[in-house]
């Protein structure tokens, strides 16, 4: 089984930073794919960033150029640095893991991950 943890949610106003971590505890070993989910209020949840062991990276449109994925696997976490944040990006956050190794949209895609977190709320105000 893994485990995942995050953390780093809060409130800021457009124009704002914020950096969210994920600790991953238990069989981390066997983790290839890790990704970044969001979901508002009424929507779908949606994969905003996803990281593949090698460090291919794939990002929604809507926060390219805006958000930055990252991995330490010697501390077990995931980060996800978001900046330049719009009040669109409110929402709740989750970190999803699994053990295949996911490239391209299928990175993004809420059904491609077994292991969720259980989430963090960032809330952009304008």
């Known amino acids: 089984q893994v485990q995942l943890v995050e953390s780093g949610g809060g409130s800021v106003q457009a124009g704002g930073s914020l950096r969210l971590s994920c600790l991953v505890s238990?069989?981390?070993?066997?983790?290839?794919?890790m990704g970044w989910f969001r979901q508002a209020p009424g929507t779908e949840r949606e994969g905003v960033a996803a990281?593949?062991?090698?460090?291919?990276?794939t990002y929604a449109d809507s926060v390219r150029g805006r958000f930055s994925i990252s991995r330490n696997n010697a501390k077990n976490t995931l980060l996800l640095e978001m900046n330049s944040l719009k009040p669109e990006d409110s929402a709740m956050y989750y970190c999803?893991?699994?053990?295949?190794?996911?490239?391209?949209?299928?990175?993004?895609?809420?059904?491609?991950?077994?292991?969720w977190g259980q989430g963090t709320q960032v809330t952009v105000s304008s």
């Open positions: 999803a893991a699994d053990r295949v190794f996911y490239y391209g949209l299928v990175a993004l895609s809420r059904s491609s991950y077994s292991y």
């Open positions: 238990g069989h981390t070993s066997v983790v290839n794919s």
């Open positions: 990281i593949v062991n090698g460090g291919y990276t």
